[in-house]
């Protein structure tokens, strides 16, 4: 009875192990295999015709080359064309042979191993000026209503010196004389002869027909023993794949829990450390191997331990955000998402901890926020600057009218100037406030940016004059030209240089250079030897409104950084206290078609 058991059991395994092969799997190898071996038989069958089209071409020219020889002995025995007729007969007669046939370049055949067909025309579709001159022999196949088809072969004919009675004159041409390889005399061409050999194909044909059969045979074979060859394959993939599918699934689990980009700390029921990935050994800094079996509580801290004691059945996923130590006085936040492990039949082996570093998350939620708050004081600022202008136009009318009746005090004269001066200094500042608070609008087009640095350059010289500054340029690497809003960008310049004097003030050196770091960006840096700037003010400097400054409003390095990244750029500072600043505009080259510049340029 067990014995009946084992064989039904083996009986079903096989069975479920046929069934295991889905028929897309056969009709895919079928799909493979028949046009590999069709290309296979087809090409044994074109070479097969190759070979007996080459062996009829040289069984021609032999042919061919057998006749002239003989025709050269009679002609040295002053033969006549009695003679060479016999001889054509004479070589016809070899079997295989349908014809041999000597005609001149008008068609009319002067000797035929049929007597009754000399004086005939032949070949007449043929160019046979053409064909007299060859030296190579040429073939074509006939078509036979008797029988098998007729393969020629021709060329045209040579002899030796002297003429053969009764077929015309040598030809007084020089050049018609060509050099005998086999025996090395010389020979006369008669380019008014052409030979041609017929060749019975029937047998070839027969051959042909019998190696295709063959290799048809020979084909359909190498298929079947193909097609059971690739079925055995799949059947032993198949055994092998169900053998190693448990194996398959725990190496890429194992290769799934290393890798991924959170960390993952697995427990058994006693709270030993039993898995451990890559990202738990970054974030702890300790081996797989250090902790694997130790006790999860010497390992872990207290925020990851109190997560497996709150779990239970009516709640086995537990999530929260926690502020972890992990080792060397490092608190990170963490969140941390704890849960059971049960089988598939629901018995309980371990615990699973997953946790991902939410501190690139909180300085981005930092950032959107601190954004939001600008975007909130840049909407009220702008509001206010429109409030504001309005009695600024007002008092400077005012002012103006005052300066002119009171011309003659000069302490009224005084007072008025100092009232417009800052009336224009307000209109200035909320001048930039608005600038900044609106959606910024491009005027781009391709154009060369050294003239616009030699401009900004004009335009500070009196000012660097007055303050004993040294003006200093390196312009001598040759940039592309950039697709950009020229004023856009020399507004961006004027401030930065302005910036650098106004760090400069008892004198230094103000320098721009102009260079092309790769083949993506241009760089242009502007470099001054002033006073510096602090690492604690470094990072706030382009934030809006903040200044080091008495009068200046915070807004022009903010409005540079937004014009430089709305042509897709950026601007990097670095800068040491008491040796200087340097600021780096970085400009991206590309190609720039007239479509895309009439697109981005206003109409």
Same mark, same amino acid.
């Given at each position: ?83 060479? $007729? ?213 390992? #872990? ?18 999530? $929260? ?36 570093? #939410? ?84 005027? $781009? ?25 040294? #003006?200093? !340029? ?106 200087? !600043? ?16 009439? !697109?981005?340029?206003?109409?």
């Amino acid at each position: 009875m067990g014995s009946l058991m084992k064989k039904a059991h083996k009986k079903s395994s096989l069975r479920n192990f046929w069934v295991m092969i889905p028929p897309w799997v056969i009709l895919g190898a079928l799909l493979v295999l028949i046009p590999i071996f069709a290309y296979i038989t087809l090409g044994n069958i074109h070479r097969e015709k190759e070979l007996t089209t080459r062996l009829l071409i040289e069984k021609g020219e032999a042919l061919i080359r057998s006749f002239e020889a003989g025709a050269r002995t009679g002609a040295g025995l002053e033969w006549g064309s009695v003679q060479l $007729r016999k001889l054509v007969i004479e070589t016809a007669r070899q079997p295989g042979v349908d014809y041999l046939i000597l005609a001149d370049t008008q068609g009319v055949i002067l000797a035929d191993s049929d007597p009754s067909m000399v004086g005939e025309l032949y070949g007449w579709d043929l160019n046979l000026k053409t064909a007299a001159r060859q030296t190579q022999v040429a073939w074509r196949r006939i078509a036979n209503a008797q029988g098998a088809d007729t393969f020629e072969v021709y060329r045209g004919f040579s002899t030796a010196e002297g003429s053969i009675p009764g077929f015309g004159k040598e030809t007084d041409s020089p050049d018609k004389g060509t050099q005998d390889g086999r025996n090395g005399k010389n020979v006369r061409s008669y380019p008014g002869y052409i030979i041609f050999v017929g060749l019975d194909m029937g047998p070839i044909l027969e051959a042909r027909k019998q190696d295709t059969r063959n290799a048809v045979i020979t084909g359909l074979a190498l298929l079947l023993i193909g097609f059971a060859g690739m079925i055995s394959l799949f059947l032993a993939q198949g055994y092998r794949s169900v053998r190693g599918s448990l194996s398959q699934a725990r190496a890429f689990s194992d290769s799934l829990v290393n890798h991924m980009p959170i960390g993952l700390v697995a427990m058994d029921p006693e709270k030993r450390l039993i898995a451990w990935n890559e990202t738990a050994e970054a974030v702890f800094g300790l081996p797989f191997r250090d902790v694997l079996g130790k006790r999860a509580a010497e390992v #872990l801290p207290d925020c990851f331990m109190e997560m497996p004691e709150a779990l239970s059945m009516a709640q086995p996923i537990l999530e $929260r955000e926690r502020d972890c130590p992990v080792g060397e006085g490092r608190t990170i936040p963490l969140e941390i998402i704890a849960t059971r492990l049960q089988d598939d039949e629901g018995a309980f082996f371990g615990y699973a901890i997953l946790f991902r570093d #939410l501190t690139e998350v909180q300085r981005l939620k930092s950032e959107v926020e601190r954004n939001r708050r600008l975007a909130a004081i840049g909407s009220l600022a702008a509001g206010v600057a429109h409030e504001i202008r309005n009695p600024l136009s007002s008092i400077k009318g005012f002012a103006t009218y005052l300066r002119e009746r009171y011309r003659d005090n000069p302490e009224d004269q005084q007072v008025t100037d100092i009232m417009i001066q800052e009336v224009e200094r307000l209109n200035r500042v909320i001048g930039q406030l608005l600038e900044f608070s609106r959606p910024l609008t491009l005027n $781009r087009k391709v154009a060369a940016i050294e003239p616009i640095l030699r401009h900004t350059l004009k335009m500070v010289e009196a000012q660097a004059q007055e303050k004993g500054v040294a #003006l200093m !340029t390196d312009f001598s690497n040759p940039v592309p030209d950039l697709f950009l809003d020229t004023d856009k960008m020399t507004q961006v310049f004027l401030n930065l240089t302005l910036n650098a004097l106004n760090a400069m003030e008892k004198g230094g050196t103000l320098s721009l250079t102009l260079a092309q770091p790769d083949a993506q960006s241009v760089r242009v840096e502007i470099s001054d030897t002033g006073t510096g700037i602090g690492k604690e003010e470094l990072g706030r400097i382009f934030d809006p409104y903040f200044t080091t400054r008495a009068s200046g409003t915070g807004l022009g390095l903010p409005i540079a950084q937004r014009i430089v990244e709305a042509h897709g750029g950026e601007i990097r500072v670095s800068s040491e206290l008491g040796k200087g !600043t340097v600021f780096s505009v970085l400009l991206p080259c590309r190609e720039v078609s007239s479509e895309q510049i009439e !697109t981005e340029m206003p109409s």
